[in-house]
């Protein structure tokens, strides 16, 4: 009798977890690699778009929501000033960044917490950072630095510290953007200043643990962990190099030099093997041989130009299996390289509502043999990648584009994709959509 009710409660524990699906507790989800895991999925989008569950009202914000625990952490700012300036131009503008919780099932708020802030950046539209969700607790980052850790059931503050202040630095140019990361016991984020360009706090109590390296400016790479002959290393893509450092103790391990242009260091790290690939702003790219010794690795490749993928806003997903990386290029094209050579083996302006644009962006997960795509004009793709091309299954207009960059309007957040549910956000609201099968 006890084997009967024991496989019983595994049954329904199974069928339990199949039903709920996965949360997207940070940026790019669970395991930060922008893979859904999720099945009984709807094919093609119902005539109308996918069905609106909820929605809520929000303020302006470059940050995707994160979803965990029955839960959506979503961040904003609210001034009374007209924060639409040109790109390059920093400006100072009062207002409050909030941190708000809602209602996974029904999108009420639970609870909120405010906080005055001064912006001194440009595109002043919000905080940018994903929220993350461990436990009973949640850290966010601001555009100015502003780092809590707040409960996660009633949002009381843990632990707050203000990075500029703490390192005596100024935020980047477009703000603090490299999205934390949590290792162990650790909460690893860039902070900028002099030997403290990255830093390592204890998550439970905000204490630092180390400080390593130095850079002109924090530029907005997340950290991002790898293991590699037999040790873990984090990567850390600034904007005066490419290094590897023990995220244990910050101990440098190997630095490679870089010069990114305007600071502009964005991607994270992308391993292949033995390879490691950067990239970023006016064409630039680099291919990078990681020697089993653990030395200063040799450059394979360098600054490819047209052939390779240089992103901006847009994080590439890597084809492992071909050594074939998919990504949106700076040009606004998406593209599929080959790291071997490198080759081009495709691009395509399509995923961008057919139009060319500089900047050019549409978020990119992978589920099942597809790709999930919502790029910036508000529209939800479904389509096919493989190393021989692309191809649109379906696509939906499912929210406005409330933000403006490059003289057109955009929407430049990355949607949450939980329990058969996708998440998206603009300037004025958050948005729940269910694509259950």
Request: hydrophobic share 35%; with cysteine.
């Amino acid at each position: 009798m006890k084997i009967l009710v024991t496989w019983a409660i595994a049954v329904l524990m199974t069928l339990n977890s199949q039903a709920l699906g996965d949360d997207w507790p940070q940026w790019m989800g669970p395991d930060r690699d922008n893979t859904w895991k999720e099945t009984g999925l709807i094919e093609k989008f119902p005539e109308g778009g996918p069905k609106v569950v909820w929605e809520t009202e929000v303020g302006i914000g470059y940050a995707g929501p994160s979803v965990a625990q029955g839960k959506v952490i979503v961040l904003d700012f609210e001034s009374d000033s007209d924060v639409k300036i040109a790109n390059f131009e920093r400006r100072r503008f009062q207002g409050t960044e909030r941190i708000i919780c809602l209602n996974e099932s029904d999108g009420k708020p639970i609870w909120k917490h405010e906080y005055p802030v001064e912006y001194t950046i440009s595109y002043p539209s919000g905080p940018r950072c994903t929220p993350i969700i461990e436990g009973d607790s949640v850290y966010v980052l601001g555009s100015e630095g502003n780092l809590k850790c707040l409960n996660l059931n009633d949002g009381a503050i843990i632990w707050e510290t203000e990075l500029k202040k703490d390192y005596k630095t100024e935020s980047a140019l477009w703000g603090y953007s490299a999205h934390p990361l949590m290792d162990g016991d650790l909460l690893i984020t860039l902070a900028g200043g002099k030997g403290s360009h990255i830093v390592a706090l204890d998550k439970k109590t905000g204490k630092e643990v180390w400080r390593s390296l130095s850079a002109p400016e924090q530029g907005y790479s997340p950290p991002t962990i790898i293991e590699f002959a037999g040790q873990r290393q984090l990567i850390c893509f600034r904007p005066n190099g490419v290094s590897s450092i023990d995220p244990a103790t910050g101990k440098e391990i190997w630095s490679v030099p870089y010069e990114a242009t305007s600071g502009s260091t964005i991607m994270s790290p992308i391993l292949w093997g033995d390879k490691l690939y950067i990239a970023g702003y006016s064409k630039q790219s680099l291919l990078l041989q990681l020697k089993p010794d653990n030395t200063t690795p040799d450059v394979i490749w360098q600054s490819k130009g047209n052939i390779a993928v240089s992103p901006v806003n847009v994080q590439p997903f890597l084809d492992d299996e071909n050594g074939v990386l998919y990504g949106m290029d700076q040009s606004g094209d998406m593209r599929a390289m080959k790291f071997e050579g490198p080759e081009l083996l495709w691009k395509t302006s399509e995923p961008v509502s057919r139009r060319r644009v500089g900047s050019g962006t549409a978020f990119i997960v992978k589920q099942a043999d597809r790709f999930w795509l919502f790029n910036e004009t508000g529209e939800l793709i479904i389509a096919e990648m493989t190393p021989d091309g692309y191809t649109e299954i379906d696509r939906a207009k499912v929210i406005e584009a409330s933000n403006n960059a490059f003289n057109r309007p955009v929407v430049w957040s990355m949607p949450a994709f939980a329990n058969k549910r996708i998440y998206i956000r603009n300037d004025d609201k958050i948005i729940c959509l269910d694509v259950s099968n």
